[in-house]
């Protein structure tokens, strides 16, 4: 596609609910991260992969937090028995390059997850 | 570490007054330096990066940020502000001995008043 695609725009979880996040990124990028933008916040690392692979989930804020991408293109973050305090936008970026640290990235327009 | 910092997390100008966004960045190395923007209900967009090559760098929407070593800054300038600038501005860094990942910091809001 043109761009970074995210669905859903929206989650309303309820509390211990699990929900599944999906990235659509450019088609051909290599590059695929997820962000964490909590409400009057700049976005915080959570993970990052390279085609398939999974090579910095450092990010995560805890083991209910898995991030797949199995075929190198499609991601989905899975957050497991949500909490309010996952409340917060998801932003998935994509970049056609690896290991460039002077590119920037795409951004999605992100998921906004409430727990409630 | 890496982290920036973002001074005033509001900020106000008038339309037609000059834009002043601060950021200042703390690296162990020499960084990548970069500024995003982000309207409502959107993702975020680049507006420009430092890459080590010239030190005033020019990007969109009329925006240029100037890398200043001895400051340790990346201050965000736009001569003549305009309604549609009012939006949320982060100010980023990368390393390379680091990982991929930015380090964001904790943005400024941009109000334009008519």
């Known amino acids: 596609g043109a761009g970074v695609s995210q669905s859903p725009r929206y989650k309303v979880a309820k509390r211990g609910q699990d929900v599944a996040l999906r990235c659509d990124p450019i088609?051909?990028?290599?590059?695929l991260f997820w962000y964490q933008q909590a409400l009057g916040q700049g976005p915080e690392f959570l993970t990052y992969f390279q085609n398939e692979a999974q090579l910095d989930k450092s990010g995560l804020p805890s083991d209910r937090f898995f991030a797949e991408r199995p075929e190198g293109s499609v991601s989905t973050l899975k957050i497991q028995r949500t909490q309010q305090e996952d409340s917060a936008v998801y932003l998935c970026a994509s970049s056609p390059s690896v290991g460039q640290p002077s590119w920037g990235y795409t951004f999605g327009s992100g998921t906004r997850l409430t727990v409630v | 570490a890496q982290s920036v910092t973002q001074l005033g997390s509001h900020v106000s100008v008038s339309e037609g007054a000059l834009v002043l966004l601060r950021c200042n960045y703390s690296?162990?190395?020499?960084?990548?330096l970069f500024w995003y923007v982000q309207y409502p209900n959107q993702g975020l967009q680049l507006l420009l990066k430092?890459?080590?090559?010239?030190?005033l760098v020019k990007g969109i929407n009329g925006f240029e940020a100037e890398f200043k070593k001895s400051e340790t800054s990346f201050h965000l300038t736009k001569p003549s502000a305009h309604m549609s600038d009012a939006a949320e501005y982060f100010c980023?860094?990368?390393?390379?001995?680091?990982?991929?990942?930015?380090?964001f910091g904790t943005g400024t809001s941009l109000t334009v008043i008519p």
């Open positions: 430092y890459t080590s090559a010239a030190t």
């Open positions: 980023a860094v990368r390393v390379s001995n680091t990982g991929n990942q930015f380090y």
């Open positions: 088609s051909g990028h290599v590059s």
């Open positions: 690296s162990s190395v020499p960084p990548y």
